[in-house]
């Protein structure tokens, strides 16, 4: 079963939703689910059934080891 980009994400069957233990746990954080055939799903968690972004494995594997590696660190609070 193959998802495309804006699904709702609270139509997206029998799948885990996580968010990081770094959460500020006031729901200001973004959840993963790991989709049948590979590919990740990525939700606002403000918005459980707004629209998901879907990513391949490669894409999320190059995104987490840019986070891992810095490359994102100077676009923390640069929020409008």
Known sequence: MRFENGVA????????????????GIG?????AALPGGDFAVRNSRFP?????VFTQAEMTAFAAGAG????DDLHGRGA
Not at 9 to 24: E, H, L, N
Not at 28 to 32: A, I, P
Not at 69 to 72: K, L, M, P, S, T
């Open 49 to 53: 059934a707004g629209p998901a972004l």
């Open 69 to 72: 590696a810095g490359e994102f």
């Open 9 to 24: 994400a609270d139509t997206i069957p029998a799948v885990r939703w996580v968010k990081s233990s770094a959460s500020s």
């Open 28 to 32: 200001n954080c973004v959840e993963v």
